[in-house]
């Protein structure tokens, strides 16, 4: 089975983005570094709330799940009460999941803490960025020994919903692990990408 397939520009992608939706979101965000404490936070959050789901599903909700979140800023979200879950749990917009739901608000609180601890989530996700020697072939793992310290220290930090898949995810989103295709049009300039960018120290 392979793992790419032809676009209809006649360039070559990873086979997971063949869904009109997921083109523009694979071309321009999924595998490019991220340093900012809010993407970085809502990536996380969608990854947490995609477990047992598809991506299509949260693709497709991101915009209702940026609106009922405040847009994932992370000191608004860690204000959010029972009140609040209460109307998240009644907003047909997002996936009404009470755990999901109210692991956001908790992660929100723990993000504070890092970011108090570290100067700021990126430079906290950043350090676990694996050496080049352990990546795997793109696409062909799920977790990896550095998702799975993740999510331990993560889970140790109070963190919910942030199993070793979910974080693994969250690694190939923020462009900590470069996962697309190897003839894929995009796996170049997300390698052009990382190399200017500034891991944040």
Same mark, same amino acid.
């Given at each position: 089975?392979?793992?790419?397939?032809?676009?209809?520009?006649?360039?070559?992608?990873?086979?997971?983005?063949?869904?009109?939706?997921?083109?523009?979101?694979?071309?321009?965000?999924?595998?490019?570094?991220?340093?900012?404490?809010?993407?970085?936070?809502?990536?996380?959050?969608?990854?947490?709330?995609?477990?047992?789901?598809?991506?299509?599903? @949260?693709?497709n909700k991101r915009?209702?799940?940026? &609106?009922? /979140?405040?847009? $994932? *800023?992370?000191?608004?979200?860690?204000?959010?009460?029972?009140?609040?879950?209460?109307?998240?749990?009644?907003?047909?917009?997002?996936?009404?999941?009470?755990?999901?739901?109210?692991?956001?608000?908790?992660?929100?609180?723990c993000a504070q803490? @890092?970011?108090?601890?570290?100067?700021?989530?990126? &430079?906290? /996700?950043?350090? $676990? *960025?694996?050496?080049?020697?352990?990546?795997?072939?793109?696409?062909?793992?799920?977790?990896?020994?550095?998702?799975?310290?993740?999510?331990?220290?993560?889970?140790?930090?109070?963190?919910?919903?942030?199993?070793?898949?979910?974080?693994?995810?969250?690694?190939?989103?923020?462009?900590?692990?470069?996962?697309?295709?190897?003839?894929?049009?995009?796996?170049?300039?997300?390698?052009?990408?990382?190399?200017?960018?500034?891991?944040?120290?």
């Amino acid at each position: 089975m392979t793992d790419q397939f032809t676009a209809p520009d006649g360039k070559v992608r990873c086979k997971w983005c063949n869904v009109p939706e997921f083109l523009d979101y694979h071309d321009k965000e999924w595998g490019f570094p991220v340093k900012d404490d809010r993407v970085l936070f809502e990536k996380l959050c969608l990854e947490s709330f995609q477990a047992g789901l598809s991506w299509r599903t @949260i693709l497709n909700k991101r915009e209702n799940f940026r &609106k009922a /979140f405040k847009n $994932f *800023e992370i000191d608004k979200v860690a204000r959010f009460n029972r009140k609040h879950v209460e109307n998240l749990l009644e907003n047909e917009g997002i996936i009404r999941h009470r755990g999901k739901i109210e692991a956001v608000i908790n992660n929100a609180k723990c993000a504070q803490k @890092i970011i108090n601890e570290h100067g700021s989530l990126a &430079k906290f /996700f950043w350090s $676990f *960025e694996p050496r080049p020697e352990n990546l795997p072939e793109p696409l062909t793992a799920s977790t990896s020994k550095e998702s799975e310290l993740l999510s331990k220290t993560l889970k140790k930090s109070g963190w919910k919903f942030v199993g070793p898949t979910t974080v693994y995810s969250f690694m190939q989103a923020m462009g900590m692990i470069n996962d697309h295709a190897h003839d894929c049009v995009i796996r170049e300039k997300v390698l052009k990408a990382r190399k200017k960018f500034k891991t944040p120290k």
